[in-house]
């Protein structure tokens, strides 16, 4: 390739990353800045990846699988602040039940993850629609009351995203709501009890997956979407919540099938720039020849 020609082509792209990021600031939506393919060889408890909790500094990190593990470690990230590389620090640990047993495959189907400001976790799990508090990663977990609702959910489809709100209360809903115009109902556990005061609309086949509140106080909810085998799609809306009542939500982020791969888990901090990052992981449903365990970066645009 000539010099001239090679000139051209570095232009062209410059002048596409601004232009993309002149739409992002017009439309409010979110600038993609990196997909880093996470892999362990070896590791037959790696993957599976459904929550991700990041310290305030975008490093740290917390996150488990949907096989009752968690995992602890610190991403590795050069001078623009791009993921190079992961140290694992703790884990594979696995979830134990509330008499000390290490939770069986139906029992530790464990989906969404919430780190409270002590370090401890709270976990959501879809086979047995229930939360449970863990005080320390290996050891026993605490069962939080379980509303009757929770009972009638549908299997493999219920407490996938789980949120702690800046007040501590969590914040769950299931992956469907039961009927494709039927809302999905926000679950609050507040002061020892659950109350379900408001839901989100149910838009054509988008399912709720993952959930996280930013710096900013605002409610981040991942969806995605399957087209087969032309991949998954992933939006990101952002909702505010004020009492008993969430606004309308205002989408952030929304794929193609394919660009990305299963998208569940999500954190939402502020990097050194003073920018909003949103910060996602795949699920690879251990089918590692087919998927992979993908981390996935956003920036929000000034004023956001």
Known sequence: MSRRSLLALIAAALCLGLAELALAASTGKAVFLQSYHWQMPGVAQFGGFSGLELGPHGRSFVTQSDRATIWRGEFQRDADERITGIHLTEGPVALHGAGGRVLAKHSGDSEGLAVAPDGSVYISFEGIARVMHYPKDGGPGQRL?????????????????????????????????????????????????????????????????????????????????????????????????????????????????????????????????????????????????????????YRLPPAQ
């Open 145 to 297: 009351p379980r509303p009757e609702a929770f009972k009638h959910m549908q299997n493999n489809s219920s407490l996938e995203a789980l949120a702690i709100g800046p007040d501590g209360a969590l914040y769950t809903m299931p992956e469907r709501s039961g009927a494709l115009t039927r809302p999905y109902p926000v679950w609050r556990y507040r002061n020892g009890k659950w109350s379900q005061p408001f839901s989100i609309p149910r838009s054509g086949t988008w399912l709720p997956v993952g959930a996280d509140f930013g710096p900013d106080g605002r409610f981040y909810l991942l969806e995605r979407d399957f087209w087969g085998l032309l991949g998954f799609l992933t939006r990101v809306q952002v909702f505010d919540i004020k009492g008993d009542h969430i606004s309308g939500g205002k989408v952030l982020i929304q794929t193609g099938a394919g660009r990305h791969d299963n998208l569940e888990g999500i954190s939402v901090w502020r990097d050194n720039t003073g920018a909003i990052r949103l910060t996602m992981i795949s699920d690879d449903n251990f089918r590692h020849f087919l998927q992979r365990t993908e981390i996935v970066e």
